[in-house]
Structures are given as structure tokens and as C-alpha cells.
């Protein structure tokens, strides 16, 4: 079966500190609350450690894919794992204290198996479009941690 390599980088700068972001990016349960309605997120397993849990993610008119927490670094970094699906390989939330703010970063290394994937990164940049995604997810992470503040 044929494979495409999909690598993508995205972040953004929040003016909080990362004590104030971290708790957002580690409840899975909240992400329904700042992703893109979009996508359908739904926690498998996780009985409330963050090590482990699962989660399931459905794009609107695309195949749902899992993935699962593998490693975690308490205010600094999430790494899941892609799985089960028609794509494999990790993501990784990373965070940055840059005094009273945060860079927070998302990282993507996967390889998506199929002939349509592959047909498709002939016509279209899989990276940039996941990008274009991700940029929503991080404007909408932003607002909503810096809405907790004011």
C-alpha cells in the first residue's frame, strides 16, 4: 500500500504564562471547546490520566484516526501516537516559557497509507492544508485560554 509523509510545524506566541495554558492542553475532554467544529473529537480512554489516553478524531468528510498519549513532560510536552487507521507516526504539543508568555507549539510527523492520500499530495500540499488547520486550532486555543482571563 502506498504511503505520503505528511511533516507540519505550527505555532503560536500566548501572553499567559504556561501555567495558565497547560491545564487546557491536557484536558482532552475540553477540546470540543476551542477545535474547529470541523472536526469531531471524542476521548476513548483515559479514566483521567492524561499517560495513555485515547482519542478519536473525525474530520468532516474524512476518515476518522486515532491516537494515543505516549509521553508526557508536565508543562512542557505532549507526544501522541497516530495508530489504527490509515495513519501512522506522532504528534507533539510543546510548550515554551518565554517569561510571562507562552510559545506553544504542535508537531506532526505522520505517513498516511492509500492511494486517494497519495493521489491527493500529487495535487495538493498535505502539510499546508493541515497548517491551515492548525492555525485555527491555535487562534481558537488562544481565545479561548485568554477568555479565561479577563
Known amino acids: 500500500m502506498p504511503t505520503t509523509s505528511i511533516q507540519a510545524t505550527d ?16 484536558d482532552f475532554d475540553g477540546y470540543g471547546r ?20 485515547e482519542v ?24 501522541m501516537r497516530y495508530f489504527g487507521g490509515f495513519i501512522e507516526g506522532f504528534g507533539e ?13 504542535y508537531h506532526l510527523e505522520v505517513q498516511a497509507h492509500g492511494w486517494l492520500v497519495l493521489l491527493l499530495g500529487k495535487v495538493l500540499n498535505l502539510a499546508d492544508l493541515h497548517s491551515r488547520q492548525m492555525q485555527a486550532v491555535l487562534k481558537n486555543l488562544n481565545a479561548l485560554v485568554t477568555g479565561l482571563k479577563t
Not at 11 to 26: D, F, Q
Not at 34 to 53: F, N, Q, Y
Not at 93 to 105: A, C, H, K, N, Y
Open 56 to 79: 478519536e478524531l473525525r474530520p468532516s468528510g474524512g476518515r476518522s484516526f486515532r491516537c494515543r498519549v505516549e509521553a508526557v513532560e508536565m508543562h512542557q510536552r505532549i507526544r
Open 11 to 26: 505555532e503560536i506566541t500566548i501572553h499567559l504564562p504556561v501555567g495558565e495554558v497547560w491545564p487546557v492542553l491536557a
Open 34 to 53: 476551542w477545535w474547529p467544529k470541523s472536526v469531531a473529537i471524542r476521548v476513548t480512554s483515559g479514566g483521567g490520566e492524561l499517560l495513555g489516553t
Open 93 to 105: 504539543w510543546l510548550l515554551e516559557p518565554r517569561g510571562s508568555e507562552t510559545r506553544v507549539i
